[in-house]
């Protein structure tokens, strides 16, 4: 079956749109590289721990909602449910695959919920705030992102979604899951940052 050249032009438009790399672009106006202090990542977190709160909670809403405009503009322009699955799954690679960092990117987690909370709703209402309780319980980010991830794609099963939503959040967690591999690991041999530590920026060269 050919593929229909608008729903590869809203794929298209949504991978565009998460590959907008809000951390760098804030980060730069403070005079850091972001890929160079902290964990290297470029997503909220690593801004939160770098620049501090404001600058966290702003780029974790650009992240969020480029997720989550991209699914609103193909529901707008009457997708069906497969392909807005395919749309929240494009914006969530374009954050992690930004061609403006030479194809390299966050993990997905803002920019997932997003497109979550655009997709359905009343199943992030569900599943978010597991992600919350584990992230307040534990004050590590990244396990809060991975409970968020899995209990998403078992809310969907449980809650009986349509099997295009369930693959797409399977894959969404999939791929959450993959980014954060070394936050995996760094959590098993109890090394992972929490919440609240702090990363001092590069101060400028010495003389």
């Known amino acids: 079956m050919a593929l229909d050249p608008l729903h590869v032009f809203i794929w298209a438009l949504a991978f565009f749109f998460g590959s907008i790399p809000a951390g760098v672009v804030v980060a730069r106006f403070y005079g850091v590289d972001l890929r160079k202090v902290g964990s290297g990542n470029i997503g909220a977190t690593n801004v939160l721990r770098t620049l501090g709160w404001a600058p966290g909670i702003g780029v974790f809403l650009f992240d969020a909602f480029k997720g989550g405009i991209a699914v609103w503009i193909a529901r707008a322009l009457g997708a069906p449910g497969p392909v807005l699955g395919g749309v929240a799954v494009a914006a969530v690679l ?39 309780v584990a992230l307040l319980l534990t004050r590590y980010v990244s396990l809060g992102s991975l409970v968020g991830a899995a209990a998403s794609v078992d809310l969907a099963f449980a809650l009986a979604r349509p099997d295009w939503e369930k693959v797409a959040l399977a894959l969404l967690a999939g791929l959450i899951y993959l980014t954060h591999r ?26």
């Open 94 to 132: 374009g954050h992690v695959f930004s061609p403006w960092l030479g194809f390299k990117g966050g993990k997905g987690v803002a920019t997932g919920f997003g497109t979550l909370l655009f997709l359905d709703p009343w199943l992030a209402l569900y599943a978010v705030p597991l992600g919350v």
């Open 182 to 207: 070394d936050n995996i690991k760094r959590l098993w041999q109890g090394t992972e940052r929490q919440l609240g530590e702090r990363v001092k920026p590069p101060g400028p060269p010495p003389a």
